[in-house]
């Protein structure tokens, strides 16, 4: 068992309330030398998308054993299941609905456990916060070295969010807005390994297009454009995005998340 595993923090509480901190201290609890380190907490209530984009981006830089609780959960109380989900060297605590699904898709999830042993659970359960009660003691007690197997069966019937898939025109491919983040960049569903996919690897990107704007620019880093030009860029988190450099893209060409985008394909 590591002397002070780490746990990784990520949650819709914000912080102004006492949630994050309760939610700390029953883990804390569980186990007192664990290392809880937040990612954030500022992700918009209820927003699945946005919590499962985070995670997705955060988890691959941590290292070996790291476990990563993830409590975005609209469902609270309801019969919707507690996860313990694992990939090669980590371990993922969520609830299941949906905000593991790009975890899945992209970090290659080997197995999916229904919680069910409520004896890790903290007692009494709130039907209001199970982030308290169920997930962060669950996160606590796998921190302590308790193999998934114990907590229950393995599922594979787990809910993924119903994401647009990247489809192949012509000479494009077409996405959709996955997030946008506080400078205004726009972050597609599109990737490098979707476009060699469809095209081979001699095919390159030449453009990007949403909602009725074109950029043609295509630039490898935000400041080799010229301020307030439009442009396209491979990012940071593996996918395509249209970025202004010192200004909003977002707010420029009105773009929301969810929307169309096509990359075209030379």
């Known amino acids: 068992m590591n002397h002070r595993p780490i746990i990784t923090f990520s949650s819709d509480f914000g912080t102004r309330e006492y949630y994050a901190s309760a939610v700390k201290g029953a883990i804390l609890t569980v186990h007192p030398a664990a290392n809880i380190i937040d990612v954030t907490h500022d992700i918009a209530s209820h927003d699945l998308l946005e919590a499962a984009f985070t995670i997705s981006c955060t988890a691959p830089y941590y290292p070996a054993g790291s476990i990563h609780l993830i409590v975005v959960d609209p469902g609270v109380g309801?019969?919707?299941?507690?996860?313990?989900?694992?990939?090669?060297?980590?371990?993922?605590?969520?609830?299941?609905?949906?905000?593991?699904?790009?975890?899945?898709?992209?970090?290659?999830?080997?197995?999916?456990?229904?919680?069910?042993?409520?004896?890790?659970?903290?007692?009494?359960?709130?039907?209001?916060?199970?982030?308290?009660?169920?997930?962060?003691?669950?996160?606590?007690?796998l921190a302590r070295g308790i193999q998934i197997d114990k907590f229950g069966p393995e599922i594979s019937d787990y809910i993924r969010l119903a994401l647009p898939p990247v489809e192949k025109k012509e000479d494009r491919l077409q996405g959709f807005v996955l997030h946008i983040d506080k400078f205004g960049n726009i972050v597609t569903s599109l990737s490098p390994s979707d476009l060699q996919s469809a095209f081979g690897p001699e095919r390159h990107p030449t453009a990007m297009v949403i909602n009725g704007y074109s950029a043609t620019q295509k630039a490898d880093f935000y400041a080799q454009a010229s301020e307030g030009d439009l442009f396209f860029l491979l990012g940071s988190a593996g996918y395509f995005e249209i970025s202004a450099f010192k200004q909003s893209a977002a707010r420029r060409i009105e773009a929301r998340r969810g929307m169309k985008v096509e990359l075209l394909v030379g």
């Open 78 to 141: 309801s019969p919707r299941r507690a996860l313990i989900a694992s990939t090669e060297k980590q371990l993922f605590v969520a609830p299941d609905n949906g905000v593991l699904s790009l975890v899945y898709d992209r970090l290659g999830v080997e197995r999916v456990v229904s919680v069910e042993a409520s004896h890790y659970f903290r007692e009494p359960v709130s039907p209001t916060f199970h982030g308290r009660d169920i997930f962060g003691p669950v996160a606590g007690w």
